[in-house]
């Protein structure tokens, strides 16, 4: 079956720590892998996606992930988090070639403490 | 650029009644896909339009229908709304062709009482 976890419901960190998100998927065929943010009332905004080549993928914000196809995650960090940064963050994966019918896991909320 | 426009922002309504949510796509984009989002859940994907077609559907049942129109904007209908059917309804434009991204508006929030 196709799914995606992120296992952290919430998460909370102090402004200028480091922060990491986790995300595992499950899924037959070569995934796209996308990370998508939401702030309260607002819709998704993409952070960064993962289509080919370099693992590491750099995105908006600071933000930076890596996909591990060993261990079927994409991973989500930003090395010095930003009070702004509190949202809802959702891991999305798609078929290769059609990144419209996403499978979404349940998101991770992220709180950031001044 | 105006990016994803999603219309009404908020909407209440009645359980029986029929909604009709609209969004217009980001310039360029030619497919339109539609998600509902659960309070304190993931998005969940209703269906796609392109060309004017239905392209790909969810796990929805027949109460939901949409629309594209020649301008690439879309409608989603839902009739005899149920109170589970109150989220926020987010729609995403891409274009066709591998590599592409979607970007969304910012949803219809629906109540249903």
């Known amino acids: 079956a196709q799914s995606v976890t992120q296992p952290d419901i919430h998460i909370t960190v102090s402004e200028g720590a480091s922060l990491e998100l986790r995300c595992n998927y499950s899924?037959?065929?070569?995934?796209?892998l996308f990370w998508y943010v939401q702030s309260p009332g607002q819709g998704l905004q993409l952070l960064l996606k993962y289509f080919s080549g370099d693992t590491l993928v750099q995105g908006i914000k600071g933000f930076e992930a890596e996909f591990k196809r060993s261990q079927s995650s994409f991973n989500l960090r930003k090395p010095s988090v930003h009070w702004s940064d509190a949202a809802e963050y959702f891991c999305a994966v798609g078929p290769a070639g059609n990144n419209r019918k996403l499978i979404w896991g349940l998101g991770t909320s992220l709180a950031v403490n001044p | 650029d105006a990016g994803v426009t999603q219309s009404p922002t908020h909407l209440i309504k009645t359980r029986g009644q029929q909604v009709t949510l609209r969004c217009s796509p980001k310039?360029?984009?030619?497919?339109v896909s539609w998600y509902q989002q659960a309070l304190g859940q993931g998005p969940q994907f209703i269906f796609q339009?392109?060309?004017?077609?239905?392209?790909q559907r969810g796990n929805f049942p027949d109460r939901f229908s949409g629309h594209q129109f020649p301008n690439y904007s879309s409608e989603l209908n839902v009739n005899a709304l149920l109170l589970g059917d109150s989220a926020l309804y987010l729609c995403?434009?891409?274009?066709?062709?591998?590599?592409?991204?979607?970007?969304f508006g910012q949803g219809t929030r629906l109540t249903v009482v």
């Open positions: 339009y392109y060309e004017e077609e239905e392209r």
């Open positions: 899924y037959g065929a070569t995934p796209y």
């Open positions: 310039s360029g984009h030619d497919t």
């Open positions: 995403a434009s891409s274009s066709t062709g591998s590599n592409t991204e979607a970007f």
